[in-house]
């Protein structure tokens, strides 16, 4: 059973992921911690690091943005809040 805007749930959640991952990777070093130098750019390493300015975290914002749609990870968290905010909305008989 899904919600009559279903697709429209499912659109929403893979761009709040999207953001939400994008930020994340620009202004924190959580998703760098187990990798290795020579497998990020010059601009995450500033950022796990500690000491990158704007414009590297700008940079990484952009490509992380750029990159999520070949991302199992983003596709994941997207469906998982997909399925929650659609049998939510059916359960309380809501529309958005």
């Given at each position: 059973?899904?919600?009559e805007?279903?697709?429209?749930?499912?659109?929403?959640?893979?761009?709040?992921?999207?953001i939400?991952?994008?930020?994340l990777?620009?202004?924190?070093?959580?998703?760098?911690?187990?990798?290795?130098?020579?497998?990020?750019?010059?601009?995450?390493?500033?950022?796990?690091?500690?000491?990158?300015?704007?414009?590297?975290?700008?940079?990484?914002?952009?490509?992380?943005?750029?990159?999520?749609?070949?991302?199992?990870?983003?596709?994941?968290?997207?469906?998982?809040?997909?399925?929650?905010?659609?049998?939510?909305?059916?359960?309380?008989?809501?529309?958005?």
């Amino acid at each position: 059973m899904l919600h009559e805007d279903w697709l429209s749930i499912g659109l929403i959640s893979f761009t709040i992921v999207s953001i939400v991952t994008a930020l994340l990777a620009s202004c924190t070093n959580i998703f760098y911690r187990k990798k290795a130098v020579g497998q990020i750019s010059h601009s995450q390493l500033r950022i796990k690091q500690g000491n990158a300015n704007f414009e590297h975290r700008l940079n990484v914002f952009a490509l992380s943005l750029v990159f999520n749609f070949a991302s199992f990870r983003i596709y994941f968290h997207s469906f998982l809040l997909w399925i929650i905010v659609n049998f939510s909305l059916i359960l309380s008989g809501q529309t958005i």
